[in-house]
């Protein structure tokens, strides 16, 4: 279990210019031949050993470099070591065998129900071939797929160049891509498939071939991502001047994936569950979760393919630039404020626990064991907002300068994030010195914020201080560059107050504060009355912004702030302060804010203006998981039960508002996924949670739904909260729904979900569910909506008093880590935050963790968590 580090990086000895690959697919193996036309690195003055990767999945039956054989090659581990090679050109060419029936890791060439596919990225290309699978080592591919006949497709990246009859009752296609390419961006994929086409014109004139492959029970699935797909091509085109290159777009559905989707050039690999909708089976959160990630996928084609990374600790460069993208895309498509709150919400529910816990990492992380274990919410989502802040400190214009500048300077290149924080200091001539600590340094900053006013003066001076706790390996950090955007609201007139100052860190135009310093001032002149400051809007950086509010000034901003973000997230705030101050029995405190959310949570609930998606976001409590992050330590069967109890105290106390609502929000048209519609069902469902809680004959409005919804929104939203109330009806409306819906593999895996995260739910019982058949081990979705629901998302059973949910999470990681050890290590999530529960907890945790880290031979995946977990 060795760190790889940052700082050790060293470019490739050699480097491949063409790579030959002849993958050939037999019932119960297959055979992979390679040819690759290699050269030393020129920029080298020597080159020592050609070191290959060579998985241990791969069992190498021939090599040869210009036609000698190599009869002994050294294998080290997962290096396959040859002489040093003097000639300017050479060839390597080697023939392996490989059993993907029996591949569970889903990483390599691996079967996925009845058809072949390859999986790759980080890592999985040695496990096809040997090569230097490294992202900084760029090849054109051409590939030759053969197979069996009856595995109609054959598909590999680029364009397809011949294809025809084999003996035996075999045949074969042969693919060529153009674009140099590192080998994580390599796909293949045999199998019986369907094909929904369309197309699509590109700016310049350009038509593509868009083609999505399902199997065939699938095909009326697939309308809804090519139609995200062309949106997403369209925005890339034109918010970004990005058009797509090949003649040929490909998405492939797989049932059995690690991951939501690959970007591999020209064949997008995507989980099914991550693209198969339909408007009857697919919910309004699956249906905006798939357009993301389709455009995601999409965007990757520029930002990682085209220009892509030196090395896996740049990951950040690619990831957190796409999902800035994608991000965008989606707030364009819909409401920018509500994407804005969907996003804030995932980075502080789970991204600042990653930040203030072991596995803490900068962005870019300086050494990793696994690098699978990387693609995590800090180097996705905080990358993410990291890019996002470049964006706010230039501005649209000159952020899109600097990315033409970066796409062109660097097109065909593997590069670092330093490249692309260059571009943008160049663009704008903004010194991003400092702003780099970002991708340096880990853990989430606090900015705290205090104020006066001198009435005379009519000043307004805000006081900033910054700092950031210490994580693993950094007791110490340096000042961020912090962009706080800010507004005031004035407290006697309620309305947004203008005002100027003479700050030099101060960008009027958009009211952006730069934060550099530990400490700072800003003198807001011209304030004309008492005003209640508006903070980091729009989450301007991800930090914990603190300010002394009264609850009454959260009110207000809840009522009456112009950012409707900042409207949701100072109703976050006053319902977090109600809830640790619960938690903490702080009985007078508690009592006056818990008076406040109420009057607070009414206001909102009577305002007729507000966008309906936007208010279902305002009335859902903070997520158990964010106020644990608040206070120490953590009885997390309190915590259920204190947040039960104020949900449940608001449904009653305001139980004619909340009726209102319900009848208010039915459905009155036909389904369609769209803004209006799909916010309107949110606020329904939320309408109907209260009504659940504050009576006891309350689940029949759940009932009743679920028998009369049109759409998988509603319905499901019903049964999930239905299920608080175990009764027997229930039972039947499950099984009903079962009945309806066990052919979809979709829509079963949101079933099994909804079981594993039903209250009352138990140990014995999820055992029970993994008995059922819709449950298996070796489909990750299947482990994610059982296990990992159950673990994640239903804190009584997991954190049930006699240990046993943490006895349960234990042996299945240990038994997924001999079949999968990406999703094993995944599963270790929540055992990550064991130190900040009270001690009978924490006790109970680390004897499973120990027990974990017992036996030889796990994987460097799970050993890298647990023992930085217990360190
Ligand atoms: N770039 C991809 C990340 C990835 C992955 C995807 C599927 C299976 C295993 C994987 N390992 C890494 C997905 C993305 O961010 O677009
Ligand atoms: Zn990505």
Not at 170 to 178: C, L, S
Not at 200 to 220: C, Q
Not at 561 to 570: E, I, T, Y
């Amino acid at each position: 279990h060795q760190p790889i580090r940052l700082q050790d990086y060293a470019p490739p000895a050699y480097l491949v210019d063409e790579t030959h690959l002849c993958v050939q697919i037999f019932d119960d193996h297959a055979l992979v031949e390679a040819r690759l036309v290699m050269r030393p690195n020129p920029a080298l003055d020597k080159h020592g050993a050609l070191i290959l990767n060579a998985g241990d999945e791969v069992t190498l039956e021939h090599i040869e470099v210009d036609g000698a054989a190599v009869a002994d090659p050294v294998r080290e581990g997962e290096s396959l070591i040859l002489p040093a090679i003097s000639a300017s050109h050479f060839e390597v060419r080697s023939r392996v065998r490989l059993l993907p029936d029996q591949n569970t890791r889903l990483e390599g060439l691996y079967r996925s129900g009845g058809m072949y596919c390859t999986q790759c990225e980080a890592e999985g290309f040695r496990q096809i071939t040997p090569y230097p699978d490294r992202p900084d080592v760029l090849s054109v591919f051409t590939t030759r797929v053969e197979a069996p006949s009856e595995y109609d497709c054959l598909l590999s990246n680029g364009n397809p160049v011949g294809m025809g009859p084999l003996e035996n009752n075999r045949h074969f296609a042969e693919w060529h891509d153009p674009f140099p390419k590192p080998s994580y961006l390599f796909a293949l994929v045999a199998g019986v498939l369907d094909c929904t086409e369309d197309s699509f014109t590109t700016a310049s004139g350009k038509s593509v071939d868009l083609k999505l492959y399902t199997e065939p029970h699938n095909r009326h699935k697939t309308r809804f991502a090519l139609e995200a797909l062309k949106r997403a091509m369209r925005w890339d085109e034109q918010v970004y001047g990005r058009e797509y290159d090949l003649d040929l777009f490909m998405i492939v559905a797989v049932d059995h994936f690690n991951m939501g989707a690959m970007e591999n050039k020209g064949l997008n690999i995507f989980n099914s569950a991550c693209v198969l909708a339909d408007e009857s089976s697919t919910t309004d959160g699956g249906f905006e979760l798939i357009e993301a990630i389709v455009a995601h996928e999409y965007f990757h084609n520029w930002s990682g393919n085209r220009v892509t990374c030196r090395d896996w600790f740049q990951l950040s460069l690619k990831e957190g630039f796409t999902v800035f993208r994608d991000s965008e895309f989606t707030a364009d498509m819909h409401a920018r404020a509500v994407k804005r709150m969907d996003d804030v919400t995932l980075l502080r529910t789970q991204q600042f626990a990653e930040d203030a816990g072991p596995m803490a990492h900068p962005i870019r992380p300086d050494s990793y064991i696994e690098i699978n274990n990387f693609y995590t919410l800090t180097v996705y989502e905080k990358g993410a907002e990291v890019v996002r802040m470049l964006h706010t400190l230039l501005g649209a214009e000159a952020f899109r300068r600097g990315s033409d500048l970066y796409f062109e300077r660097f097109d065909g290149q593997a590069v670092t994030v330093e490249d692309f924080v260059a571009c943008m200091a160049e663009v704008s001539g903004i010194d991003l010195t400092q702003f780099r600590r970002w991708y340096e340094q880990a853990g989430t900053p606090r900015v705290d914020v205090t104020s006066e006013y001198d009435v005379a003066a009519q000043t307004l001076t805000l006081h900033f201080a910054q700092s950031c706790p210490a994580t693993p390996g950094q007791p110490d950090k340096a000042p961020f560059h912090i962009p706080v955007k800010l507004g005031l609201l004035g407290r006697q007139s309620r309305l947004p107050l203008s005002f100027t100052t003479e700050h030099s860190g101060f960008d009027a135009a958009n009211q952006v504060f730069s934060l550099r310093a530990e400490e700072d001032s800003l003198v807001l002149s011209d304030v004309t009355e008492p005003a209640v400051p508006s903070l980091l809007r729009d989450f301007s950086a991800p930090v914990v912004c603190d300010y002394p509010y009264s609850g009454e000034d959260l009110k207000l901003l809840v009522i009456a702030d112009d950012n409707s973000f900042n409207r949701w997230s100072a109703m976050q705030t006053l319902a977090t302060r109600t809830l640790v101050a619960l938690v903490q029995q702080a009985a007078g405190e508690a009592d006056e804010l818990r008076q406040t959310l109420l009057s607070a949570t009414s206001a909102v609930l009577a305002d007729g203006l507000l966008d309906p998606a936007v208010k279902a976001r305002i009335l859902q409590l903070p997520a158990q998981a964010y106020i644990a992050e608040q206070y120490s330590p953590v009885d997390p069967l309190q915590l259920d039960q204190v947040h039960t109890e104020l949900r449940t105290w608001l449904a009653c106390e305001l139980a004619a508002e909340w009726q209102q609502v319900l009848s208010a929000t039915r459905a009155d048209e036909p389904y369609r996924f769209e803004h209006r519609q799909a916010g309107r069902r949110a606020l329904h469902l939320c309408a109907l949670a209260a009504t659940v809680l504050a009576d006891d004959s309350g689940w029949q409005a759940a009932r009743e739904l679920f028998e009369r919804a049109d759409n998988m929104t509603e319905q499901q939203g019903a049964l999930r909260l239905w299920s608080q109330v175990a009764n027997t009806e229930w039972d039947t409306a499950m099984e009903q729904f079962w009945q309806r819906w066990k052919s979809d593999a979709q829509v079963v895996e949101q079933w099994l979900g909804i079981c594993a995260q039903r209250p009352g739910m138990t140990v014995a019982g999820v055992n029970q569910l993994m008995q059922h058949e819709a449950f298996s081990w070796d489909n990750p979705n299947r482990v994610r909506s059982v296990i990992g629901a159950f673990v994640m998302r239903n804190p009584r059973g997991f954190h049930a008093a006699d240990g046993s949910g943490y006895r349960f999470l234990a042996d299945a990681i240990l038994k997924l880590d001999g079949m999968n050890p990406q999703i094993a290590a995944r599963l270790c999530t929540p055992f990550t935050q064991w130190r900040r529960y009270v001690p009978a907890v924490q006790a109970a945790m680390q004897a499973e963790l120990e027990r974990i880290l017992a036996p030889d031979g796990l994987s460097d995946g799970v050993y890298e968590i647990v023992s930085k977990t217990l360190q």
